[in-house]
């Protein structure tokens, strides 16, 4: 069997593919603390789901209260990235 161009590219890809999957980091961005702030949150996202808790991040990481920092990307969904700890 011989393979064409196309055969090739295509196994270069999948193994360039596995070989970004494999390196990726761990997860890193910070999770939700548990802590008297956030607690209540928990238990919202437990009952009605994360959307019905993410709506209160804003009330204090705001740009007034506590901007986010610079860098950060859109905050839509706050706990699509920030997890909850683990219990
Ligand atoms: C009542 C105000 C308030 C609300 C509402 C709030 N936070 Fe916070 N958040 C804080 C304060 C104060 C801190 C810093 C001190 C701390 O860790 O509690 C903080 C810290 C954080 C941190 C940083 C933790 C770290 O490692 O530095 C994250 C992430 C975070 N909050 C996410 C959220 C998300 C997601 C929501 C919505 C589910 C939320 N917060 C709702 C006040 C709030
Ligand atoms: C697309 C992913 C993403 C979304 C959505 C997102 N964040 Fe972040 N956030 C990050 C990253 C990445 C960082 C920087 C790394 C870190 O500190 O975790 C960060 C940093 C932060 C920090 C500072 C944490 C620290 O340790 O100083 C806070 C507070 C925070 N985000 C709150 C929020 C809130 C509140 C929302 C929703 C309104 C939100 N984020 C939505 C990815 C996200």
Same mark, same amino acid.
């Given at each position: 069997? &011989?393979?064409? &161009?196309?055969?090739?590219? /295509?196994?270069?890809?999948?193994?360039?593919?596995?070989?970004?999957?494999?390196?990726?980091?761990?997860?890193?961005?910070?999770?939700?603390?548990?802590?008297?702030?956030?607690?209540?949150?928990?238990?919202?996202?437990?009952?009605?789901?994360? &959307?019905?808790?993410?709506?209160? %991040?804003?009330?204090?990481?705001?740009?007034?209260?506590?901007? /986010?920092?610079?860098?950060?990307?859109?905050?839509?969904? %706050? /706990?699509?990235?920030? &997890? /909850?700890?683990?219990?």
């Amino acid at each position: 069997m &011989k393979l064409s &161009k196309r055969d090739i590219i /295509l196994i270069v890809l999948g193994v360039v593919i596995v070989a970004v999957l494999w390196a990726a980091p761990p997860q890193t961005t910070s999770r939700v603390p548990f802590d008297e702030t956030h607690e209540r949150f928990y238990d919202i996202a437990r009952s009605e789901g994360k &959307k019905a808790a993410e709506v209160f %991040c804003a009330d204090c990481h705001n740009q007034e209260m506590m901007p /986010l920092p610079q860098d950060h990307p859109p905050p839509f969904r %706050c /706990l699509f990235c920030h &997890k /909850l700890e683990r219990k």
